[in-house]
T-cell receptor, first 114, second 111 residues
């Protein structure tokens, strides 16, 4: 089945130690998104790629970076995780010109910062 | 700025009772509205969108531009409807593809 895959599902990192979360898709969608979701809160968009064009949300901290080496993969890098960065990180894809605005989500990676 | 408000964090209803999950929005223009659902231990997924005017799993939602609302309704709740529901908004047009989510409502259907 075509889908969005996130690895790992659970990630534990130490305060200040860089961490990378990964997302891959088999849908061939041209847009990939990263959301941060904290408990009892709405998913908050951090940034997205439309093809190779990177679009950062104005309030996304510089501590968060992203890479998209090809259509299928997208990475979220947290350069110096703080305790406040513990959250669920959701990857999603869409194809605005084709399948419309529906976003397809991965299962998420739960990040714990110790 | 666009905003989505779901006033209820938690909604509990008995099986067979009607359900209404409230969603209000703020947007300068014509929005597209969506309902996403997350069942326990499953990923977030689209339930329905207003432009399709469809009924999915017995749920319907009507866009009321006068009241800026997009409430989700089902006449008879089932236990399998228990989940987290998110209302989301996007602008019209191909260039407006990002979603703004509400904080979500947890629906609990009591057997």
């Amino acid at each position: 089945d075509a889908m969005v895959i996130q690895n790992p599902r659970y990630q534990v990192t130490q305060f200040g130690k860089p961490v990378t979360l990964s997302c891959s898709q088999t849908l061939n969608h041209n847009v990939m998104y990263w959301y941060q979701q904290k408990s009892s809160q709405a998913p908050k968009l951090l940034f997205h790629y439309y093809d190779k064009d990177f679009n950062n949300e104005a309030d996304t901290p510089d501590n968060f970076q992203s890479r998209r080496p090809n259509t299928s993969f997208c990475f979220l890098d947290i350069r110096s995780p703080g305790l406040g960065d513990a959250a669920m990180y959701l990857c999603a894809t869409s194809s605005p010109g084709g399948a419309g605005k529906e976003q397809y989500f991965g299962p998420g990676t739960r990040l714990t910062v110790t | 700025a666009q905003r989505v408000t779901q006033p209820e964090k938690l909604l509990s209803v008995f099986k067979g009772a009607p359900v209404e999950l409230k969603c209000n929005y703020s947007y300068s223009g014509s929005p597209e509205l969506f309902w996403y659902v997350q069942y326990s231990r499953q990923r977030l997924q689209l339930l329905l969108r207003h432009i399709s005017r469809e009924s999915i799993k017995g749920f319907t939602a009507d866009l009321n531009k006068g009241e800026t609302s997009f409430h989700l309704k089902k006449p008879f709740a089932q236990e399998e409807d228990s989940a987290m529901y998110y209302c989301a908004l996007s602008g019209r047009g191909a260039g407006s593809y990002q979603l703004t989510f509400g904080k979500g409502t947890k629906l609990s259907v009591i057997p």
